[in-house]
């Protein structure tokens, strides 16, 4: 069974038909790459995903159970969106830590605050909430790690590189223990010298077997570290396949000519 399906999405926004019926699957540890030109709806579709968008029509999957069906969507409370949100960690293009907090806070706050809304419910005993904050801030010592900012751990945002946020913003993103990582264009906001660092994590992630989505401008990315690749084009997904298929041997004409332009660069 797949971890992730994604049956039938459809979003408009006014007149507008942004997704047109989007249909696939993703396994356990496999990385998704969609590309595209701006406005095909690929971060469109990732915001149906997240649930920042409700999509007019269709399902989504998450081993097996339904986390979104339109036939039911007007019977989601906020709290059981909130809760099909803990499926999907998001990364988007412009960090959004926040400037109060140091990153080790910006870490730890959705984790503490699940702590708290679950003693709330009476869903967790009062009395382990020291042992369940220490277990949160060592997972977070650990994610910085992973992402080679240890030492950044008191910093701000503000005394951080772009680089360094967008890295805080990925351990941030692991830290709910996400079953799918998703990635809004995650390098489209730092300078060409930055993207490499932000790309490193995330190829780490990909050797770790951790199941991600990426939608990327970086078609070498895409095409060394992807297991499937979308193509999506005018709110449809115009091609499918491994790496191979829709680079080496593209069969739309769109394809063919969004790869001719695309791939120059590489």
Request: hydrophobic fraction near 40%.
């Amino acid at each position: 069974m797949a971890l992730l399906e994604v049956k039938d999405i459809k979003k408009s926004f006014g007149k507008t038909e942004v997704l047109k019926g989007i249909s696939f699957e993703l396994d356990r540890g496999e990385v998704l790459a969609i590309i595209g030109s701006s406005g095909s709806g690929k971060t469109t579709l990732l915001r149906c995903l997240n649930y920042l968008e409700v999509p007019d029509n269709g399902k989504i999957l998450v081993d097996g159970t339904a986390v979104y069906d339109s036939d039911s969507a007007e019977k989601y409370t906020d709290k059981m969106i909130r809760e099909l949100r803990l499926h999907f960690g998001l990364v988007i293009q412009s960090f959004n830590l926040f400037p109060q907090y140091t990153v080790l806070d910006n870490i730890t706050l959705a984790p503490k605050l699940k702590i708290k809304e679950a003693i709330k419910n009476k869903t967790l005993d009062a009395k382990l909430k020291a042992a369940e904050i220490e277990k949160i801030e060592k997972k977070a010592a650990e994610l910085l790690s992973m992402v080679g900012l240890s030492e950044k751990k008191d910093s701000y945002p503000c005394q951080l590189s772009g680089g360094q946020q967008q890295r805080v913003a990925i351990a941030r993103a692991l830290a709910l223990q996400p079953d799918i990582l998703c990635f809004d264009e995650p390098t489209s906001a730092l300078d060409p010298e930055l993207t490499g660092e932000v790309l490193k994590v995330i190829k780490a992630l990909a050797v770790e077997e951790r199941t991600m989505i990426v939608v990327t401008h970086e078609m070498e990315f895409a095409k060394n570290v992807a297991d499937k690749v979308i193509f999506m084009a005018d709110g449809v997904i115009e091609e499918m396949g491994t790496p191979e298929e829709v680079f080496d041997h593209p069969v739309s004409p769109k394809t063919k000519a969004f790869l001719s332009k695309s791939l120059e660069s590489i």
